[in-house]
């Protein structure tokens, strides 16, 4: 007889363990994950526990960093290709924050005419000629630095060579977002000297 309930995960975490860890690793705090997934702060807190217990890590901030790459990502097992040539690619995206998420979506779509991509939430995509423009809602609306994205064939090769040259992340590359394609959308996060914002972004087909 077939035992009731979720059979298990093929994987070390479960899906919903996952999408945690993603937001964790993308910086959020556990009542931004608990909106995003449409959760609880409990269940986040939840699955974090189990997280750490499973990996044997001490706390959220090594989880933060923790490099794992879920199994039915397209790069499962794919080591990176570490050598000294992995260069930084053209600007991918440039992010912005906003007052009204909303109003700044018409505002660039209908008055400056920029093509709109997507938008998911509070998050709105534009294109300006093959660079993206990401426009966010602050959740206090307060102004924030602009981010820059810069485009790499290989994230973990580059974010080891920059990690090698004594840029400090501030957490491990991480997978955002999967497009319907399959594409998967990842970033990983550092600052200047100055303390302003950059970032690394990789798209990866399956």
């Not at 979506?105 to 534009?126: A, I, M, N, S």
Request: charged content about 25%; proline content about 5%; glycine content about 6%.
């Amino acid at each position: 007889m077939r035992k009731r309930g979720r059979p298990p995960a093929d994987d070390q975490l479960t899906p919903a363990e996952w999408r945690v860890v993603e937001g964790i690793r993308h910086g959020l705090s556990n009542p931004q994950i608990a909106r995003l997934l449409v959760v609880s702060v409990d269940a986040v807190k939840y699955h974090v526990a189990n997280v750490l217990t499973k990996l044997a890590l001490r706390d959220r901030r090594q989880l933060r960093h923790w490099a794992g790459v879920r199994r039915a990502s397209a790069l499962h097992r794919r080591s990176p290709a570490m050598t000294d040539n992995e260069t930084l690619g053209a600007i991918g995206q440039i992010a912005r924050t906003v007052r009204d998420a909303a109003a700044a979506e018409v505002w660039y779509r209908d008055v400056l005419g920029l093509p709109h991509l997507y938008t998911f939430g509070k998050l709105c995509f534009f294109d300006c000629a093959g660079t993206r423009l990401l426009l966010s809602e602050g959740e206090e609306g307060a102004a924030q630095a602009s981010i820059l994205y810069f485009r790499v064939a290989d994230i973990h090769a580059a974010h080891a060579r920059l990690t090698a040259h004594g840029v400090v992340f501030l957490g491990a590359p991480h997978m955002i977002h999967r497009h319907a394609d399959g594409v998967e959308e990842w970033m990983a996060f550092f600052n200047d000297p100055e303390q302003r914002p950059l970032a690394l972004m990789a798209q990866v087909k399956p």
